[in-house]
């Protein structure tokens, strides 16, 4: 169950004709998570509180320290800020390839990484040819992850990424501080609820589009990903290697294409 991921505190208002006014604001909390495979410290991240057990399961994934839903026996999240994964006996993992040192920031979940060709190798590009989506429906998904997002219509603080099927219809959205960890929760509930790979399925960022979240993305096999902002040059790049539709700038009516046009289908249905 989700808990809470927003805070109100008292604060002071300048209103537009100069008048002051003392009164409740609502803010997200951005809070310390420690992620943990049984007794071992993997990683710490600066996280919304909620859906922590998600958050854990998809970085995992995000990370290739499992593959299958099956090595993982059970997520425990404690009260201390911290979450514990347990795997099953016979599980072989390998973290020293993929340890992230350090905390890791909301808006970077890259810090601490020691090589990004390290990230690169884990996943194979996208091999979906037959994988398309309509304009029109892509052009109504802004809207549908906007009236999901709860929390941010409450502090105007917290980011969302959401999965959508072929259709537009929204399967799973996730909201937190930091872009990244909205991802892996989004993904971490596709990967427990047996989903894996999205191959059929489309994932809308409510910020930019960073190499990191196309990298996601591509662990979750998605082929198209999409973003309210713009794209940084390396995701672009990445995308185009990997086989994956990246759209930028999706603003109703207009969208930016950067790779692999052919999934979306332009002509406007009659």
Do not use: W
Not at 182 to 209: C, E, M
Not at 210 to 220: P, V
Not at 232 to 245: C, G, I, K, Y
């Amino acid at each position: 169950m989700k808990e809470t991921g927003i805070d109100s505190q008292k604060i002071i208002r300048r209103k537009r004709d100069g008048e002051l006014e003392y009164q409740p604001d609502d803010l997200t909390i951005e809070e310390p998570l420690e992620i943990r495979i049984g007794r071992k410290a993997l990683a710490t991240t600066m996280r919304t509180p909620g859906h922590d057990e998600e958050l854990a399961a998809g970085f995992l994934v995000s990370e290739a320290i499992v593959r299958k839903r099956q090595e993982i026996a059970g997520i425990t999240a404690g009260r201390d800020n911290s979450v514990t994964v347990d795997l099953r006996p016979g599980t072989k993992v390998k973290l020293n390839t993929a340890q992230r040192f350090g905390t890791i920031s909301s808006s970077c979940g890259l810090c601490g990484k020691t090589s990004i060709d390290a990230i690169r190798q884990h996943f194979p590009a996208i091999k979906s040819a037959n994988v398309r989506i309509q304009v029109d429906t892509l052009l109504s998904l802004p809207e549908k992850q906007r009236k999901a997002q709860s929390d941010f219509a409450r502090t105007g603080g917290i980011h969302a990424a959401a999965v959508f099927d072929l259709g537009g219809d929204l399967k799973i959205v996730r909201e937190d501080i930091g872009r990244h960890n909205a991802v892996d929760k989004a993904i971490g509930r596709a990967f427990l609820d047996g989903l894996l790979p999205l191959d059929r399925h489309l994932l809308l960022v409510s910020g930019r589009a960073s190499f990191e979240i196309m990298q996601k993305a591509l662990a979750a096999g998605i082929p198209i990903v999409a973003a309210v902002s713009a794209p940084s040059t390396l995701a672009v790049s990445f995308a185009r290697e990997s086989n994956q539709t990246l759209i930028g700038f999706l603003r109703p009516p207009s969208f930016n294409i950067y790779s692999h046009i052919e999934r979306v289908i332009l002509e406007v249905r009659k």
